[in-house]
């Protein structure tokens, strides 16, 4: 089981940016892939971007795609989302996940590691 904590979260303006980390618990073994998934009020959660266990290859939700970077760093084990040019449809919780799987997966039930969230919220 691989324990996850997301922060960084806030408040912002449209047009702004911010960065939000996710850190895998220490002793975290063997590879794994992780993602951002975020669910705005009475929404579904939606897959934002994923990222190997390398770090080397990414894919993104075309809604994102050109306006947030994923990484990590860390030995692998710390996980970031870089948002630019942040519009109010992207306010919602975001949620990192983590999986043993190396292929790039969209649907949260590909997942079975999961962070608390942690709120970005972009208004004026």
């Known amino acids: 089981q691989i324990q996850l904590a997301e922060s960084g979260g806030g408040l912002v303006q449209p047009g702004d940016s911010l960065r939000v980390s996710c850190a895998a618990s220490?002793?975290?073994?063997?590879?794994?892939?992780m993602a951002w998934f975020r669910q705005g009020p009475r929404t579904d959660r939606f897959f934002v971007a994923w990222?190997?266990?390398?770090?080397?290859?990414?894919y993104y939700a075309p809604s994102v795609k050109g306006r947030f970077t994923v990484s990590r760093d860390n030995g692998g084990n710390i996980m970031y989302l870089q948002m630019n040019n942040l519009k109010p449809e992207d306010t919602a919780v975001y949620y990192c996940?983590?999986?043993?799987?190396?292929?790039?997966?969209?649907?949260?039930?590909?997942?079975?590691?999961w962070g608390r969230g942690t709120q970005v919220t972009v208004s004026s």
């Open positions: 996940a983590a999986s043993h799987s190396d292929r790039p997966a969209a649907a949260p039930a590909a997942y079975t590691n």
């Open positions: 220490e002793g975290a073994s063997g590879t794994y892939a």
């Open positions: 990222i190997d266990w390398t770090g080397t290859a990414t």
